[in-house]
């Protein structure tokens, strides 16, 4: 008895100092944050112990996982919120019940997940696009593409092409009563780099051009050419969302190698000759002054790896490699980023490039939020600041609807 006891108490002082991180002094709610942090930190742990028993893979584990927040379409007094097919592809529409004498605008919502996990059926997800359909009397698509590590890159964007452009019908939206020229798309975190690369695609293609009024992007990630920009370090371990497991769990979408997340850690991904696309992303030139610090920029290392991985260089994967010319065509752009986030630096460096081009952006910084906020805006840990965040997300949709 005494002996499983000692070895009861090793292993809780084991785990408290696996867990353990410093939360930051000005985060919202830090006792709310810390749970969160050391629960992500322990399905991690269980995750990647399950892979190395061969049991399942890290993303099924978060799959299977959050799969127990997922619920069914619930219709209410305002709203008719049925699930169906576009293309072949599964959707989630709220549709508000209330007679309208116009035409009602469309926000599509990709959802986040790392593209390994996560569904339109999650609780949080729901939450959110049923306040966006109730509060601005919209229609609401939420497509659930196809998540790695089955189907890998570049499925998950085409899923999210082949709902938007079924949806573009015209035969479709009159169906739903929507006005062609107010359809809006947004996403968080992995869905706001679908959305960003979404709204490019569609931009470049003359058929679908300035079909879409706005993009939103909250706390996205748009690049992988990078992984040691200043928030990379500055939150290297969290809180939540920590560099190796962004970047482990996300390159599961572009690949089975296991030796790339393993340069990418090292930032030593990038092939040689791609140098040229460092311009895009060079924190130094792109990041406010606030943000800097005393940080040194240094660029990727190159042609450390003897694999090939041209997925590195698609703009699809990255959006921030498009081109100058190619961002003057985007749309009206809202951003949200949050100070606690790895991927800040992306956002910012998103917004001062667009903001460079010509196009009309309004970005809202979050100081004391941490990355996938809205994904705690519901039970059973709420952090206020999923709340402000979804509440800056619908007004900034109404006042630009």
Request: with cysteine; proline share 6%; hydrophobic share 40%.
């Amino acid at each position: 008895m005494r002996n499983k006891t000692l070895l009861f108490g090793l292993s809780c002082i084991l785990l408290a100092y696996y867990t353990y991180i410093p939360i930051p002094e000005n985060v919202e709610e830090p006792w709310k944050v810390r749970l969160i942090d050391i629960l992500t930190k322990i399905t991690m742990l269980t995750a990647t112990v399950f892979e190395y028993m061969g049991l399942m893979k890290i993303e099924d584990f978060f799959f299977i996982l959050l799969r127990t927040q997922n619920i069914e379409p619930i219709s209410d007094e305002n709203l008719t919120v049925i699930d169906t097919e576009f293309n072949n592809i599964p959707v989630r529409l709220y549709l508000p019940k209330r007679k309208s004498e116009r035409q009602r605008p469309a926000v599509i919502y990709i959802h986040g997940g790392a593209f390994v996990t996560g569904s339109f059926k999650m609780l949080s997800y729901d939450f959110v696009n049923r306040m966006t359909a109730s509060r601005l009397d919209a229609v609401v698509v939420a497509p659930d593409y196809r998540i790695a590590s089955q189907d890998l890159f570049p499925a998950a964007l085409e899923d999210c092409i082949f709902v938007i452009k079924f949806f573009l019908q015209d035969k479709v939206l009159e169906k739903y009563g929507v006005d062609p020229a107010h359809i809006f798309i947004s996403g968080d975190s992995s869905g706001g780099s679908l959305t960003g690369s979404v709204t490019q695609l569609l931009q470049d293609d003359p058929e679908y051009r300035n079909k879409i009024k706005a993009q939103v992007m909250i706390y996205p990630n748009l690049q992988v050419i990078d992984t040691w920009m200043p928030s990379y370090r500055e939150y290297e371990n969290g809180p939540f969302l920590s560099r190796e497991l962004a970047i482990k769990v996300f390159l599961r979408y572009l690949t089975e190698d296991e030796e790339l997340p393993k340069a990418v850690l090292r930032n030593e991904h990038m092939p040689e000759g791609s140098r040229d696309l460092f311009k895009f992303v060079n924190w130094s030139h792109f990041l406010p002054e606030k943000y800097k610090k005393n940080h040194v920029y240094r660029e990727p290392i190159l042609g450390k790896l003897d694999a090939s991985y041209p997925v590195l260089l698609d703009s699809r994967v990255s959006p921030l490699l498009a081109n100058d010319s190619q961002l003057q065509r985007l749309p009206l752009t809202y951003v949200i980023t949050c100070e606690h986030d790895i991927l800040r630096d992306d956002g910012l460096i998103y917004v001062t490039r667009l903001r460079n081009a010509g196009v009309p952006v309004t970005h809202d910084h979050i100081e004391n939020a941490i990355h996938g906020a809205i994904s705690f805006a519901t039970a059973p840990i709420s952090l206020h600041s999923g709340s402000r965040i979804i509440d800056k997300y619908i007004s900034w949709l109404q006042e630009n609807l």
